[in-house]
């Protein structure tokens, strides 16, 4: 499995911007995707993640301001942030946790979003 990310930027706050990621290789109904962040100097985390029978999960922080949603038959996971604050500048990685044959955690090279006047 291979992830492409694209769609990071600078945006200002209160402002919109929407990453995508394009998922290569053998994917099942069973797997999980979804987007992490690391900002400078703190740990990756969680920010969504998706099924493919579209049930979601998100951080508390960006609950009712970011949106994920999946293609599964493109194989793509999107993004969309809006109402972005300042501390949600960091690069974003988009995710896959493979089920099948074995679990395996996937991940794609980063994209930068920051948030700033």
């Known amino acids: 499995v291979q992830l492409q990310a694209s769609g990071g930027g600078l945006v200002q706050p209160g402002g919109s911007l929407r990453i995508s990621c394009a998922a290569s290789?053998?994917?099942?109904?069973?797997?999980?995707m979804g987007w992490y962040r690391q900002a400078p100097g703190k740990q990756r985390e969680m920010v969504a993640t998706i099924t493919s029978g579209g049930i979601a999960k998100y951080k508390e922080s960006v609950l009712d301001r970011f949106t994920i949603s999946r293609n599964n038959i493109k194989n793509t996971v999107l993004l969309q942030m809006d109402s972005l604050k300042p501390e949600d500048t960091a690069v974003y990685y988009c995710?896959?946790?493979?089920?099948?044959?074995?679990?395996?955690?996937?991940w794609g090279q980063g994209t930068l979003v920051t948030v700033s006047s």
């Open positions: 290789g053998t994917i099942y109904s069973s797997d999980i």
């Open positions: 995710y896959l946790k493979s089920t099948f044959p074995a679990m395996a955690d996937h």
